[in-house]
């Protein structure tokens, strides 16, 4: 068709196969410029579902790292406590005026306070001196229950701002508070 429009239009043969052959080496240009963009496409997927997969195996292991740390704390917690509970009581020799000094409800004020600020954490706001104190806690015993959480290797700075909590579960956090109480006979409340 293209010659028989030439041969009307008076053109030489010459520039009409020029032409065709111009239009057909654009067009293979084009296709394999597509094709380049569809491979790379294709390969672009594939290599970014791997790394995708790679990441999620990653971020799994490292769930699973945290799973078993968070185990292996609530496990030497009840081995403790199965200890604690297995140990002969010493035998006190009650007189007359004997009355026992009881640090318990000062250590249950301690405990209480650690908790409030574990639980403050845990919900993902600010445990901070400056965010509870002193519309929460007061100062004395905000630091009273961070200690308490540092002593019990609940809470651990690893800088002056960052902080590491060795488990996520209050029941756990609790045990570890309680058995720190029993070993936190040699001082004195405040």
Not at 137 to 150: A, F, H, K, Y
Not at 159 to 187: P, Q
């Amino acid at each position: 068709m293209a010659v028989f429009v030439a041969a009307l239009l008076g053109l030489p043969v010459t520039m009409i196969l020029y032409s065709v052959i111009g239009v057909a080496v654009v067009s293979i240009i084009d296709y394999a410029m597509k094709m380049r963009r569809t491979i790379g496409y294709i390969l672009g997927m594939r290599l970014g579902h791997h790394e995708l997969i790679r990441q999620e195996n990653q971020e799994l292991k490292q769930e699973v790292k945290r799973e078993q740390q968070e185990l292996k704390v609530a496990s030497q917690v009840v081995d403790n406590l199965r200890f604690k509970a297995s140990e002969p009581e010493s035998q006190v020799i009650i007189t007359k005026g004997y009355v026992p000094y009881s640090p318990a409800a000062h250590y249950q004020q301690c405990i209480d306070d650690a908790l409030l600020i574990f639980d403050t954490a845990m919900r993902g706001e600010r445990a901070s001196r400056e965010a509870m104190c002193p519309k929460i806690l007061s100062q004395d015993r905000w630091e009273q229950g961070r200690e308490w959480l540092i002593g019990a290797k609940v809470l651990e700075y690893k800088t002056k701002k960052s902080v590491v909590w060795h488990t996520t579960e209050r029941r756990i956090a609790r045990g570890m508070l309680t058995l720190y109480a029993s070993k936190h006979t040699t001082s004195t409340p405040s």
